[in-house]
């Protein structure tokens, strides 16, 4: 059995808001293992940002970021549950890592799964079912396949399926977990929009050497 501190302890409850005892029990019946133990509190149902997850959050901050240079902005709506914690330095630091994963993102569309029409999920099946490779497979397997296909392809266009930029070892959703743990309340992203300099206007293409020749025509 792996030596449990009571730093790495702390550490796990930090991470999730659960207690002492459950943190400790995870890390004995998981090794050690810090992600293994948070998944085994999350599958357990212990965890305070699960718990907290179905409360309504009306209060909270829309932020915006300008990325260096002025060519990408991004304003975002984050919510919280009481303006007390929307005042909070680290509700504040979490809004503008927020805006800022969108800003680097250019693919992500929606804030989570729920949020892609139905439409959408509809076209990417149909786009994957016709694919070549799949033409002889059995049709039992060709649907865990092109299933298999259409939730990686949905993952990247939802925000909390992203991969932190700041630690590529979680998602933002865990993220987030992470602060509704720390600030006690429930928090979730609600709205996102991005902009992008010149996005959408069709910009006149001259050929240079057709421009030279016109003008040396012209002379």
């Given amino acids: 059995m792996a030596d449990i501190s009571a730093k790495v302890v702390k550490e796990l409850r930090d991470k999730t808001g659960a207690g002492m005892m459950d943190c400790k029990k995870a890390l004995i019946e998981n090794d050690g293992d810090m992600n293994k133990a948070v998944e085994w509190l999350r599958q357990k149902g212990i965890t305070s940002a699960e718990k907290k997850a179905g409360r309504l959050a009306a209060e909270g901050l829309v932020d915006s970021y300008i990325h260096t240079g002025g060519r990408i902005g991004v304003l975002v709506e984050v919510n919280c ?15 503008r890592n ?33 694919r070549d490779d799949l033409g002889n497979k059995p049709d039992n397997i060709k649907e865990k396949i092109v299933q298999g296909r259409i939730d990686k392809r949905l993952k990247e266009l939802t925000l909390l399926d992203q991969p932190y930029i700041r630690d590529q070892n979680i998602t933002v959703a865990e993220l987030i977990k992470q602060v509704i743990s720390q600030l006690g309340e429930n928090i979730r992203v609600r709205r996102f ?17 057709d421009e030279v020749a016109a003008q040396t025509g012209a002379k």
């Fill in 98 to 130: 927020i805006a800022m994963q969108v800003a680097a993102c250019p693919n992500v569309e929606y804030v989570s799964i729920e949020d892609i029409p139905q439409s959408l999920a509809d076209s990417e099946k149909a786009i994957e079912m016709g």
């Fill in 81 to 95: 549950e009481t303006d007390f914690v929307a005042r909070r330095e680290e509700f504040h630091a979490l809004v």
């Fill in 193 to 209: 929009t991005r902009f992008v300099l010149g996005e959408g206007i069709e910009k006149e293409e001259t050929n240079f050497a």
